[in-house]
Nanobody, 126 residues
Framework: QEVLVESGGGAVQTGNSMKLSCLGS????????MAWFRQAPEEDREFLGGINYIGNTIKVSDSVKGRFTVSRDHAKNTLYLQMESLTPEDTAVYFC???????????????????WGQGTQVTVSS
């Protein structure tokens, strides 16, 4: 069973960058489509970006396109989210997620993913 652990969150000021990591501990990481979501207080979980199991299909939400980049390293069983030009509106808990279903594609809804990390807080101050 895949266990996902996010790291790299914290507090930064507006305009700064941050890179999140998601380490997968199971044997299935390399066969799973992976994604990043975030959830701010009293809001729905929002898809940010994802990558299929091969790594040749990447989707990024229009809301963060041009600022956020998703990548994965199979050798390290790690998914990354590089975030640039952060603003207070990016403040949220960030989650990584995995799915073995239709893993050649990238789902953009939370329901497409069956495994979730515990989340890491990102706080951007003005």
């Amino acid at each position: 069973q895949e266990v996902l652990v996010e790291s790299g969150g914290g507090a930064v000021q507006t305009g700064n960058s941050m890179k999140l990591s998601c380490l997968g501990s199971g044997r299935t990481f390399r066969r799973a489509a992976m994604a990043w979501f975030r959830q701010a207080p009293e809001e729905d979980r929002e898809f940010l970006g994802g990558i299929n199991y091969i790594g040749n299909t990447i989707k990024v939400s229009d809301s963060v396109k041009g600022r956020f980049t998703v990548s994965r390293d199979h050798a390290k069983n790690t998914l990354y989210l590089q975030m640039e030009s952060l603003t207070p509106e990016d403040t949220a808990v960030y989650f990584c997620a995995a799915s073995l279903i239709d893993a050649d594609k990238v789902g953009t809804t939370a329901g497409a993913y069956t495994r979730w990390g515990q989340g890491t807080q990102v706080t951007v101050s003005s």
